[in-house]
């Protein structure tokens, strides 16, 4: 029962089957199940007579029903209609027929002569109305009033200019007045939560269930949208939010692929937890134990030294911490790249700084009206600030320190290279960043060695400090790199520094890549989930997952 | 220790610091100890010695050496030359100087005043000649010739017309005459393997270690090969089926752009094994037990469910089957779409077909040059078949089995619907096809129910059979795709059918994807590896990854 430690939700109605499927796996029948089965044969029989009557009913009703071939279950032999998308409606389209395919998020008889629809079609709605007039018959408007919320039916209809613009749809000057109406995915009736409901950002409190908002309407909770992800999918803001998580994995593979980068993929499955235990997964290989890649560092490098000079890599990345935060996942999307450089690291840093400037300006080019989108639900961060020049803002380290030093922070531990920033000190760097220079974006080069890892070149200049540097948006860090160490003495030595025993199991096909020589090269690893998350200002990493992974959640 | 299991390879020599570590382990001194300690100080004092006698006679001759500032550890100051690809030199190039960055591939000192060079880069070589002439030195002269196989080194020089072609070097009509070589990265004296043995497909038995060939030259197994990856990768043939795999990525990702579909990331940690326990790997996950998804496919139907519409992926797939061939591994690139259709599911199989000869014709435009540089190692399979007027060859599966039953294959099992076709039967359908057809890609559509998965969805016109396909590479599966059951009761009994309970764990979110409503869709997932493998006509699947795993292999 690998999911027996989840909180439990609301289990869909068992289906009759399912249930006699169940009553089959007992083995003998007991005195009290016998007398329960004679029960049950009795309701049985008193069912199939009232099920009869019903039928009579309906097929006389049906001989009277002049729109019978208007509606119901999709007819096999239907003629193939060329449908029509709800951003292609415009009004152009004005007392003209068109047919659309989308789910009912609405329907309501308001009486026996009338009915509305509200269609939904990723997340965009426009209203359709049904009323008596021949060959519409009651029964048809009593079937599309009563239609499921969230089934998927097929509508054919005059497109019309309504009296006055209709508030709740989002198409509100265009209307559908029904002719047909058929059936092609019916939902069932009762739904773990609503759509709608969805469409405004959960509570700030992750407390399970529904709340209710200011004017009492329900709002859902984040855990009840994650159980319910498919659900949670449907909205207009989720839908947006996957489209930015496409955009920003389709314009990194664009740079890379222009650079004259090779997409490479690097094994998950390894063989030993070079990158320390703690936070690794396990994983039962045959018979013995192998791990989970907790980045492709030591691949993407091996890479370098097999000489394909610039490599990028877009896969997961599994983090074994169990940290359960509002901005950590246990799997989530790496975009990693790794260069050569022929006299200085920041010839690959000029190129990492040109690529995120690239994304995050693309982003607002060409997905303007999906942030507009998701910008309603999450409007508090506001507009995302790029540099005005096109040129990323690179400040070193230090001057980072002296910055949050001179707006009054402690930063003794940090002057004295003991530890890296904090999160809040990183979150108040990236306000006076903003304030000072009116940028979201920037990066910090040169971090004192002693905060990074042991295979980080350290500064030719000054020993104390690296040819590394950590990318920031909106005050969080979303890529960290460097210059890596490509001479195996160097290598050795600074293994021995970070009090890693070059000899230790798992590092020796990394080390023998060095030994075979290696060019000097550098990289960074970038997490998708944080750009996204960062860019939009949304409150929660695990919005901008499909189906987050957390030490809590393993489904759905 | 997880590589216990690996056989041994050849250790890198264990440097002195190495060596002083590991005794530093040990608790406290033993007799014996001591005396080889005062007979180790005895031979340190000699080594002393010796060292400064080098180093005296090293400073003579440093005295008399013209060109010590031409040669040897590239100096911190030096001025940063432009330096010049392979690929751009030319017979414009003749007479001119310029620098490239490039391996050792072999150096030797021909005599006092006469060293040879061949330089490589990414698998291209070119020969360099130094000779005694002011201000060259005799002491430049042996550096040069004495380099270590593999060196990363950076050579400046004048491009000559050499007198007689150069057979040993791809570019065999230019030669460097060098005027300064300065050591970018140095590679150990001993390597495990030379690259230029590996340039040589690897002979067909498994053995270990190295073979030699008709003429005598050693050819390195494929386990020595793959044991040194990093080496092998940076053989020409390494390197273009590397492109190869680029290429087939790039182009699958930019018809499911070009299309409207959307880059999705689907969870590889799943809360049950859903897809048959036997083929998953089992991962520790916190307090709790976890899986690694074997394909994408219910997490890409459960995104068609949430509207998404349109969608592909690319990401690892991971299969625990114990299975020891040349087409088998356990971790591989998976390539998968899903997307919903209106009328018939042959308008998703019409677009995979245009997909797949999208990128295959694609791959022989874009890659020429590289498949060129393959089929020098690889002949034997051929240019790939692609049919004549750009159109996917479509059979039904019961199209092949008359072919091969009038081919005299015994195909009584196929006819009753007991089973799919062997791996034998496959292949030679493929013969029988490329005969017929005249192409080395083609499609069977219409898999009988009996042999396909639970959420395949039946022929209407014959229940029999199924709206399933599979699409071949020279008589090899690398697709398998199929209509979806978009209806939760239907896929209910689809279940029981196939001796599954719906109620089992792990079902429960993907069941209710459905209930909550599902519009038709249908999709496939190709494997990377085989695509490469079948089109490129390679013998091994090992040879499309870069750091293969398979049962028996979790390193490098």
């Not at 949670?232 to 890379?256: C, K, P, R």
């Not at 091996?302 to 901005?327: K, L, Q, W, Y």
Request: charged fraction near 25%; aromatic fraction near 8%.
């Amino acid at each position: 029962m690998a999911d027996s430690e989840l909180p439990t939700r609301p289990k869909p109605e068992e289906t009759p089957a399912a249930a006699a499927a169940e009553g089959a796996e007992t083995k003998g029948p007991s005195k009290s199940a016998l007398k329960k089965a004679a029960k049950d044969k009795a309701k049985a029989e008193k069912a199939a007579v009232r099920a009869a009557q019903e039928k009579a009913q309906a097929a006389a009703a049906d001989a009277n029903d002049t729109a019978k071939h208007l509606y119901g279950q999709m007819p096999e032999s239907e003629d193939v209609l060329p449908t029509t998308r709800f951003t292609q409606i415009g009004d152009d389209q004005y007392e003209k027929e068109i047919t659309v395919v989308a789910r009912v998020d609405n329907a309501r008889v308001q009486s026996a002569k009338l009915a509305f629809l509200m269609l939904r079609q990723q997340g965009q709605k426009i209203q359709c109305v049904i009323a008596a007039a021949e060959p519409i018959s009651r029964q048809m408007i009593k079937y599309t009033g009563g239609l499921n919320v969230n089934s998927i039916v097929q509508v054919t209809g005059i497109v019309k200019k309504p009296q006055t613009p209709i508030a709740s749809a989002t198409l509100s000057n265009h209307e559908i007045h029904i002719q047909k109406v058929y059936m092609i995915s019916e939902a069932a009736q009762q739904l773990p939560m609503q759509v709608k409901d969805a469409e405004k950002p959960p509570p700030e409190t992750s407390e399970e269930g529904f709340q209710t908002d200011a004017d009492g309407a329900p709002i859902v909770t984040l855990k009840t949208r994650l159980d319910n992800r498919v659900l949670d999918l449907q909205t207009e803001t989720s839908q947006a939010i996957t489209w930015i998580s496409h955009g920003v994995t389709e314009l990194f593979a664009e740079y890379m692929i222009k650079s004259g980068s090779r997409w490479i993929f690097t094994p998950k499955l390894v063989g030993a937890a070079t990158e320390g235990g703690s936070g690794v997964f396990e994983v039962k290989y045959f018979k013995r134990n192998a791990y989970l890649a907790q980045s492709p560092q030591l691949y993407k490098q091996m890479c370098i030294a097999g000489d394909m000079e610039n490599v990028f890599e877009v896969a997961p990345v599994f983090r074994a911490e169990d940290s359960n935060t509002h901005r950590h996942l246990t799997e989530f999307t790496g975009l990693d790249f790794e260069k050569t450089f022929h006299a200085h690291y920041h010839e690959v840093l000029g190129f990492a700084e040109n690529l995120l400037v690239f994304i995050l300006s693309q982003l607002k080019e060409r997905y303007a009206d999906k942030i507009a989108i998701i910008q309603k639900s999450y409007p508090k961060a506001g507009d995302f600030k790029l540099p005005k020049d096109g040129k990323a803002l690179r400040l070193n380290y230090m001057d980072g320190v002296a910055l949050l030093k001179a707006d009054g922070v402690d930063v003794s531990e940090q002057e004295r290279f003991e530890n890296d920033f904090s999160t809040a000190m990183e979150k108040r760097l990236g306000q006076i960043i903003r304030e000072k220079y009116d940028t979201d974006f920037y990066v910090l080069d040169k971090f004192p060695m002693a905060v990074r890892p042991f295979y980080t070149k350290a500064c030719p200049q000054d020993s104390r400090f690296s040819n590394s540097y950590d990318f920031f948006m909106r005050g969080e860090e979303i890529m960290s790199g460097a210059q890596r160490i490509n001479d195996i003495k160097e290598l050795e030595a600074s293994m021995r520094a970070k009090g890693l025993e070059p000899n230790q199991e798992g590092f020796e096909d990394y080390l023998n890549a060095f030994r075979q020589g290696c060019p000097p090269h550098a990289g960074g690893g970038l997490g998708l989930n944080r750009i996204v998350m960062f860019f939009l200002g949304l409150p929660n990493v695990r919005l901008t997952s499909l189906f987050p992974r957390d030490p809590q959640r393993l489904r759905p």
